[in-house]
């Protein structure tokens, strides 16, 4: 006779991507008729990105605002960290990928370096010299690179990659058929 479980010894072999692909999808089903184009992996990157992006700006703020670290070298060390955290959360998390982390960490290095580049250095430098203030100019820098980065994501770091994720088509409600 097998041991009846209560709700909560149930929901503890329910694995943390599991959870995270449940709420993605509770709330892309939230979203008007017309936004449901949007993936929900968007969601999951979104809500990931701001995780990063808090430990990005938390990191900038006490090097450069705190201990008068120079901006350029506080952006860098702030990126590095929120880089890394982004890579290992979207990867288990949203994209809920496996396969060969050598080959994905690799194109992530070359999306993140180009990113680095592009946006953060060079986009917020340019933003902080003509005199924007320098949180204001690294949100815009991270409101452009979101989508970069996500787009790199999904279409080269991840491509081809065995995920456990939910089918490619999935929803909770028969009228919002949409593609993850």
């Known amino acids: ?16 991507a599991e959870h995270y692909s449940r709420l993605t ?7 008007p008729r017309f936004l449901s184009w949007i993936p929900i992996t968007w969601i999951g990157f979104a809500m990931i990105g ?13 090097l450069h605002g705190g201990l008068n670290v120079a901006y ?3 952006v860098t060390l702030g ?7 982004n ?14 982390i050598a080959k994905q960490s ?11 580049l592009i946006w953060i250095l060079g986009f917020s430098t340019v933003l902080d010299v003509i005199g924007v203030q320098y949180q204001v100019a690294r949100i815009l820098a991270a409101c452009v690179e979101g989508l970069y980065l996500y787009l790199m994501m999904r279409l080269w770091v991840f491509r081809g990659s065995t995920s456990s994720a939910q089918p490619e ?12």
Do not use: C
């Open 1 to 16: 006779m097998k041991p009846v479980l209560s709700g909560m010894e149930k929901s503890a072999r329910v694995s943390a």
């Open 25 to 31: 999808i509770w709330l892309h089903d939230l979203l």
């Open 50 to 62: 701001l995780t990063g992006f808090g430990i990005d700006i938390g990191v900038l703020t006490l």
């Open 72 to 74: 350029p070298i506080a």
């Open 79 to 85: 990126y590095t960290v929120a880089s890394i955290a």
């Open 87 to 100: 890579f290992i959360l979207n990867r288990w998390l949203n994209f809920q990928v496996h396969g060969d």
């Open 106 to 116: 690799s194109k992530q290095l070359l999306v993140a370096a180009s990113n680095y």
């Open 169 to 180: 088509v999935v929803g909770t409600s028969p009228q919002k058929s949409i593609t993850r």
